[in-house]
């Protein structure tokens, strides 16, 4: 374990810290408004790196040091369960292009896998590593790291040894595209990902996924992305999926049936794809990335619709240097907010304990004693103004709790 770190990287203080005057506290307890848990003049005592009390500001027990909040918002820290942040080049001019009508097929990534290739250890290192201090910055206090960038036995395990130093969700995804130098024999690509690829990997990864995309000639299809699955699954890896991004396609169906914890940016859903992920609301979560859909030009998903069905929706920001150079929750929120149809609530449940759900992770993405103190605070009275002051950084993180490396 390494030590806890404020988002501008200072230590937290050990002993107790009472954040008192908290004007409106989110705990995503369950309850209230959809489930968000809402309290007023509130105050939250953290010790150790756990939550040791929450009540009434006007109640709070003495601690080693008192916060005065002054009416600000609190919430739980933001988990952006998706995320390829272990990469290298620059892909602007791509965006560029995107933004006068060129259309995205995912044959950009061979421009970040060479880039990936030939960065150093060390500047790998410090790549993520500033990228996960921004995330912070910004309030998000859990992020989930895929590989993606290599799509070598050797570049896709260093790419997942650098991100488990930072975070232990991390996915290891050899499927992202079939590298150039493999385009002649997809199998024997299909082959190297699910047996030396996936030993060297399992060892630094929890989850597996797969760009299932019959849209795009370089991902995968369907029974190519189930055998990877079923392989990572007998590694003991837990799975997730890319599905139904530029297209409809089977990725949903794939992820529900193999029983995945997500099937994440769902851009393109037909009623068949609702009705399984209302029938798997359970077990696999659809994770929305609006985001991309901003970065692409493409169309929304109709969060409101997969909400009003009941499909477990989460949010977080894929960021990546193709789809969206983007690591801001806040600006996910807001987009949610005013392209999805959902409320200013819900797209706040979905980017803390909604997606703490699409990681498995019942301890994360709420405001509970026991549970890690991983606190979000806002330049504003309320959650509203996430997405009411879209662009403007009130969100930062309050405290972390200790980094969960995974070690
Ligand atoms: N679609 C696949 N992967 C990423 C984009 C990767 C890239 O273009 O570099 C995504 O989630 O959108
Ligand atoms: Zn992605």
Aim: aromatic share 4%; charged share 20%; hydrophobic share 40%.
């Amino acid at each position: 374990m390494t030590s806890t770190v404020h988002a501008h990287g200072a230590p937290e203080p050990t002993g107790s810290t009472a954040y008192v005057g908290i004007g409106e506290l989110v705990t995503c307890d369950g309850t209230g408004e959809v489930g968000l848990g809402m309290r007023r003049d509130a105050a939250v005592v953290v010790e150790d790196g756990l939550v040791a009390w929450v009540g009434e500001s006007a109640d709070a027990p003495a601690a080693d040091r008192r916060v005065d909040l002054e009416g600000r918002a609190v919430l739980p820290g933001f988990v952006d369960s998706h995320s390829h942040l272990v990469f290298d080049g620059d892909r602007a001019a791509e965006f560029a292009a995107r933004m006068t009508g060129e259309r995205y097929d995912g044959g950009g990534i061979g421009v970040s896998v060479a880039a990936t290739r030939a960065a150093s250890d060390e500047r790998l290192r410090e790549l993520v590593a500033a990228r996960v201090a921004e995330m912070r910055a910004q309030g998000t206090t859990t992020v989930e790291i895929k590989s993606g960038y290599g799509l070598t036995v050797e570049d896709e395990a260093r790419a997942l040894r650098i991100a488990r130093e930072l975070t232990p969700e991390t996915t290891f995804l050899g499927a992202h595209v079939v590298p150039e130098e493999a385009r002649g024999d997809r199998t024997a690509y299909v082959d190297l990902v699910t047996g030396p690829m996936l030993e060297a990997c399992a060892p630094y990864a929890r989850w597996a996924d797969v760009f299932c995309e019959p849209n795009s000639p370089h991902a995968f299809t369907e029974d190519e992305s189930r055998a990877i699955l079923l392989a990572a699954r007998d590694a003991g890896l837990e799975l997730r999926v890319h599905g139904n991004q530029l297209g409809p396609g089977p990725g949903v169906q794939l992820a529900v049936e193999l029983g995945a914890a997500s099937v994440d940016h769902c851009t393109y859903l037909s009623d068949a794809d609702v009705d399984a992920l209302v029938q798997a609301a359970d077990t696999t979560c659809a994770t929305l990335l609006p985001g991309v859909e901003f970065s692409t030009r493409s169309p929304y998903p109709d969060a409101r619709a997969l909400l009003d069905a009941g499909v477990s929706v989460a949010l977080a920001t894929d960021c990546n240097p193709g789809t969206c150079y983007s690591d801001s929750m806040p600006f996910v929120i807001a987009l949610a907010v005013r392209e999805m149809g959902m409320t200013p609530s819900e797209a706040v449940y979905a980017a803390t304990a909604g997606s703490a759900k699409a990681l498995r992770r019942g301890d994360v993405g709420r405001v509970a004693v026991g549970g890690p103190a991983d606190l979000a605070v806002l330049e504003a009275p309320s959650h509203l103004h996430l997405a009411y002051r879209a662009g403007v950084p009130i969100a930062r993180t309050l405290a972390t709790a200790a980094d969960r490396t995974g070690e």
